[in-house]
């Protein structure tokens, strides 16, 4: 089976290019998700931009180049990039932490592949696309957060060498001038059905390059760790109806930067295909993007009744955007339709009135009521997300919300799991509070995406904060940060979630990290450049030890799974034989 080289190769940068020789300390930016603060985690977007192109003649090649960068000193992502022989080079710079990381690798691809085309998407750079195309190492910016159309036309006109540009909708690019051209931005689509979530063109891919490494997305993970444990993510819609102040994937958001004025869902019954297409090749959880209530309680009915009767044990994981006004009938339903379920929620806080102000209007009472129904209906597990650096918020309120987080573990026991973390390093632009600042009490400190850059290699956390708030300061946000941590992580070994390993393991990192603060602080008031630098670089081993998790453990988020999880001969034989074109 030979190697081709692919016409598109899409490259995950990691948030700061030379974490490996800067030392930062990064703090609990990536608590509340799998990854580590390196966000090694590439976009699952990636995967329907493999599988579209793909299917249309277009041979797409994933490399995690964060993630094969935190799994060894030893690896050369210059080197591996230089050897690289693309007909277009594709970086991701979604979440605004990669800011400095994307450009970096912008710049390698570059001094070594000059004439190979560089190309941008995501989030951050739709909206940031007027500065970014100014980046000498940027050719192409495709915006909207639905690109897999217009990549696919824009590939094609590179791979057959036709520079007629200018009829590729939602491309923004540079021409021989270096004049930038603005495409209308006219491509969001209203329907999702032609996309699925698929596992077998990734497979196929890591047959075609024998490559698996570069496709995991955890750090952490060896190949067959993630055959044992691999993500299954699906996706039900592009878009939101709900305005969370505070996040950029909100409606309001969306359609002044993206265009999209409604969400788009995927048609139920594909939803549900999907899911059972991954419960043949693994018992692994499924994670379910987005709150099936959003189109209306009927199209979620629909997609659990396409689920019920069929057998399978993987964990279903639920989102709720609000609570369910009818609790126990909903809950009863989904135990009707899936064996092994579990549900998140992020309430924010404990306070109505502060949940309110950011954008959610359901009450604890709710909260309450929909655990219990939850948990009586079968659910084996219910997350709870709390987060510090909300209007009206002083960190006393921090403080209450986890007696608030004692009371349910109290109540409800070991199934209950709360987490509280910070918004950080950034409030999202083009969400509500972001664009409204005096509005909501917020003071954003950055507005630039070279700001942003420069932010990401600040020595600590702190001095990367693009906000403070009328109620607390950054070094209130920081402190209070740690405070709630230490607080929550002894009610969870109180209550039972954690044992006293991991309790002390964790007070341990969250003293270190208060620790390395305080001597941060005093290193920044170093006049010395040269001293200043030494003094840090004295520390990179103590903040190397942050470079998992601080608050909140990353096994804490990892949803149970059976032994066996992957049907991994029979995927591969169904990757083998779609990659020979002989099903």
């Not at 210059?78 to 970096?104: M, N």
């Not at 309001?252 to 549900?272: G, T």
Request: glycine share 4%; proline share 6%.
């Amino acid at each position: 089976m030979s190697i081709h080289n692919p016409h598109l190769i899409l490259l995950h940068p990691p948030a700061v290019y030379d974490f490996r020789k800067n030392p930062i300390m990064f703090g609990p930016i990536a608590d509340g998700v799998p990854s580590t603060p390196i966000f090694e985690m590439y976009p699952i977007g990636f995967f329907s931009i493999l599988e579209h192109l793909g299917r249309n003649g277009i041979n797409v090649r994933i490399i995690n180049l964060a993630a094969r960068m935190l799994g060894s000193e030893k690896y050369d992502a210059e080197k591996v990039i230089r050897r690289l022989k693309p007909i277009a080079f594709g970086i991701d710079l979604h979440w605004l932490p990669h800011a400095q990381g994307s450009l970096e690798v912008a710049k390698i691809c570059k001094r070594h592949h000059p004439d190979i085309p560089v190309i941008f998407g995501g989030f951050s750079a739709t909206y940031f696309y007027e500065e970014l195309i100014r980046y000498p190492a940027v050719d192409f910016i495709v915006r909207g957060d639905s690109t897999e159309e217009p990549l696919l036309h824009l590939m094609k006109a590179i791979t057959h060498q036709d520079q007629s540009f200018s009829n590729i909708p939602n491309l923004v690019w540079k021409d021989a001038k270096d004049e930038v051209h603005i495409n209308p931005f006219t491509h969001v689509p209203t329907e999702l059905n032609e996309f699925s979530n698929n596992f077998v063109p990734i497979f196929k891919s890591a047959l075609k390059y024998r490559d698996i490494k570069s496709l995991l997305p955890f750090h952490g993970w060896s190949a067959h760790e993630w055959l044992d444990y691999p993500i299954t993510p699906v996706i039900t819609c592009r878009g939101c109806v709900h305005n969370c102040i505070f996040c950029g994937g909100s409606n309001n958001a969306l359609a002044m930067y993206c265009n999209r004025r409604k969400p788009a869902f995927r048609d139920p019954e594909l939803i549900a295909a999907d899911i059972l297409k991954i419960t043949k090749y693994a018992n692994a959880p499924i994670f379910i993007i987005g709150d099936l209530r959003q189109p209306g309680k009927e199209y979620a009915f629909s997609i659990l009744d396409f689920l019920k009767g069929v057998e399978f044990e993987n964990h279903i994981v639920f989102e709720l955007f609000d609570t369910v006004p009818e609790p126990a009938a909903y809950f009863e339903r989904v135990s009707e339709s899936v064996k092994n379920f579990n549900f998140e929620i992020s309430p924010d806080s404990h306070d109505e009135r502060i949940r309110a102000a950011a954008g959610k209007h359901y009450k604890n009472r709710d909260i309450v009521e929909n655990i219990k129904c939850a948990l009586s209906s079968g659910c084996n597990r219910f997350d709870l997300f709390f987060m510090i650096g909300l209007p009206f918020q002083t960190c006393e309120s921090v403080m209450e919300t986890v007696d608030w987080c004692g009371y349910l573990m109290e109540k409800f026991g070991e199934r209950v799991v709360p987490f509280i973390l910070a918004y950080s390093p950034f409030l999202d632009p083009g969400c509500i509070a972001y664009e409204n600042p005096e509005k909501f009490g917020y003071k954003i400190r950055f507005k630039t995406l070279e700001e942003y850059r420069m932010a990401m290699l600040a020595p600590s956390w702190k001095y990367a904060l693009n906000y403070e708030t009328e109620w607390m300061t950054r070094d209130e946000i920081v402190d209070c940060t740690y405070q709630a941590g230490l607080k929550l992580n002894r009610l969870k070994v109180k209550y039972g979630l954690i044992d006293e390993d991991s309790f002390k393991a964790t007070e341990e990192k969250i003293k270190l990290a208060i620790d390395l603060t305080t001597a941060i602080d005093k290193i920044s008031e170093i006049k010395d450049d040269t001293i200043k630098r030494e003094k840090m670089q004295e520390l990179k081993p103590k903040t190397d030890m942050m470079l998992d998790s601080v608050i909140n453990e990353k096994r804490d988020m990892v949803w149970p799974a059976e032994k066996k999880r992957f049907g991994v001969f029979h995927l591969f034989k169904v990757a083998i034989a779609d990659y020979l074109n002989i099903r």
